[in-house]
């Protein structure tokens, strides 16, 4: 008993290191950003009430949010993987030609989500709605020049 749960744990770990730094399947690293675009669209969608009065200010919901989105926007940019270019997505081929500028947009939305979370932190509203307003030009910009259209 004891040696087959041995050869268990062993067959286990090598099926799992076998998967570590490989690339993902494409319609995986699709799905992930996906889902990592969805997690920031929350996130932004209500702040984006608060900014615009639809939703009563609470500064220290709209601190989370912003907090929680700046956690988020590093990790969009590993669900662009080289293999899932070719994948159906609604990332335009002008994204996968011109990937330093993509690296750039992607970086700036990290930079802007950073002082977005900070301004919010800080408890300034006026400063949070500044940084709110930053971060969702930049979001818009990398949409407007690298996503199909829904």
């Known amino acids: 008993m004891k040696l087959n749960k041995k050869v268990w744990l062993v067959a286990t770990l090598l099926a799992l290191s076998a998967t570590v730094g490989a690339e993902p399947k494409p319609e ?18 209500e702040m984006g009430g608060m900014v615009k009065g639809a939703v009563p200010w609470d500064q220290k919901r709209f601190a989370f949010l912003a907090a929680r989105n700046a956690a988020l926007a590093p990790m969009a ?36 989500s950073t002082k977005l979370a900070a301004a919010a932190q800080a408890g300034d509203a006026a400063a949070s709605k500044q940084a709110f307003i930053d971060t969702t030009k ?9 996503q199909e259209k829904h």
């Open 138 to 146: 930049v979001c818009k910009g990398c949409h407007d020049k690298y």
């Open 28 to 45: 995986d690293a699709v799905s992930y950003r996906k889902g990592m675009m969805r997690g920031l669209a929350w996130n932004i969608g």
């Open 77 to 112: 940019r590993e669900g662009f993987t080289p293999g899932s270019a070719a994948a159906k997505s609604s990332a335009k081929p002008a994204l996968w030609e011109n990937l330093p500028d993509f690296d750039e947009r992607n970086q700036a939305l990290v930079d802007t």
